[in-house]
């Protein structure tokens, strides 16, 4: 249990200096790219919650929030590079 | 048993915190996406196997779920990388001044790739 508290403060540090990376970003690209890690800090950090708690109330909001965050950033890698969020002409 | 999986749990936190520190220090955009893909692709499989394996054992059954989502990401983390890279080369984010060679810029580097 020790291993999983420590596991859990690397990942919060880890997700802080993620989160240094989207304030400091200068382009939008560095913010979308750090938020799209950040994501992926918290799917960790529910994982390994769930799990030092002996439940499995978090893994569905695993898949939803991998899905979302997902769709999040083709969002924005979409805006860059045409300048609409979801272009209808063209699928 | 256990103990295992808490040390694969241990293990992949580390390498998202190396991921992380990468996120900081290196120079641009092309050089950040690599740290980036650290966390997303080996940090969360580590640790997906690890979760996987701790809450079937605390539970009694073998539960897929967790190691569901962590696959997804594992697939769709490099798609989003690339996705980063070329939006940030189109949006004209500077490429740091020690880059060698930048095969983009001559010919087909302002051409849709569809």
Redesign the interface.
């Known amino acids: ?1 020790i ?2 508290d ?3 403060a ?2 919060g ?3 802080g ?2 989160m ?2 989207v304030v400091l970003g200068p ?4 913010r ?3 938020l ?2 950040a994501g ?2 918290l ?2 950090i529910m ?2 919650w ?2 030092r708690g ?1 439940h ?1 109330d978090f ?2 909001a ?2 939803v929030l ?2 979302v965050s ?1 769709v999040g ?2 969002g ?3 805006y ?2 045409k300048g609409v969020p979801i272009d209808g002409d063209r699928g | 048993m256990e103990i295992v999986a808490e040390l694969l749990i241990l293990a992949a936190a580390l390498w998202m915190l190396v991921g992380s520190i990468g996120l900081l220090r290196l120079p641009d955009v092309y050089n950040r996406l690599h740290a980036s893909g650290i966390a997303g692709t080996v940090g969360i499989l580590l640790l997906g196997l690890g979760v996987t394996w701790l809450a079937s054992l605390q539970q009694g059954v073998v539960l897929i779920r967790p190691l569901i989502a962590v696959l997804l990401i594992f697939f769709i983390s490099p798609v989003s990388t690339h996705v980063i890279a070329n939006a940030a080369y189109r949006s004209g984010v500077p490429l740091e001044p020690q880059t060698i060679r930048d095969d983009l810029a001559r010919g087909g580097g302002n051409q849709r790739s569809r």
């Open positions: 249990m291993l999983l420590l596991a859990l690397v990942l540090l880890s997700l200096l993620a240094v990376r382009s939008v690209a560095d979308a790219m750090a799209e890690a992926v800090h799917i960790a994982g390994v769930s799990v002996g499995t893994f569905d695993m898949l991998a899905a997902f950033t083709l924005i890698a979409s860059l590079r």
